[in-house]
């Protein structure tokens, strides 16, 4: 009976850090893929633009996200998805990194 226990417990425990690391690689992929998007976007966008590097991967997240919802609705393939995502996560830095801007020359 204790032995049954154990052999429980220890899949249990497998089951469990299987799911931490696949979420785990999951929210990484995410956050390398915001960058790219993001990093495309400001490549995109003629100047400088006032974000840093979190901003950059953020817009580029809700950017990505944005893009997949959107191709999603237009059944569109995944080129166009990715162009959706870098025209969205462009659009985003574009106003909020141009509030910041405004909102930080004003005295």
Same mark, same amino acid.
Request: aromatic content about 4%; hydrophobic content about 65%.
């Given at each position: 009976?204790?032995?049954?226990?154990? %052999?429980?417990?220890?899949?249990?425990?497998?089951?469990?850090?299987?799911?931490?690391?696949?979420?785990?690689?999951?929210?990484?992929?995410?956050?390398?893929?915001?960058?790219?998007?993001?990093?495309?976007? @400001?490549?995109?966008?003629?100047? @400088?633009?006032?974000?840093?590097?979190?901003?950059? %991967? +953020?817009?580029?997240?809700?950017?990505? +996200?944005?893009?997949?919802?959107?191709?999603?609705?237009?059944?569109?393939?995944?080129?166009?998805? $990715?162009?959706?995502? %870098?025209? #969205?996560?462009?659009?985003?830095? #574009? %106003? $909020?990194?141009? @509030?910041? #801007?405004?909102?930080?020359?004003?005295?």
């Amino acid at each position: 009976m204790v032995l049954l226990i154990i %052999v429980v417990a220890v899949l249990l425990l497998l089951l469990l850090g299987g799911f931490v690391l696949g979420l785990t690689l999951k929210l990484l992929g995410i956050v390398l893929t915001g960058l790219i998007i993001g990093a495309l976007a @400001r490549l995109v966008l003629p100047g @400088r633009q006032a974000v840093g590097w979190l901003g950059t %991967v +953020l817009y580029g997240i809700a950017g990505s +996200l944005i893009g997949a919802i959107t191709a999603d609705i237009l059944d569109a393939g995944g080129l166009v998805q $990715f162009l959706l995502a %870098v025209v #969205a996560s462009a659009v985003l830095i #574009a %106003v $909020f990194a141009g @509030r910041g #801007a405004e909102s930080a020359t004003v005295p």
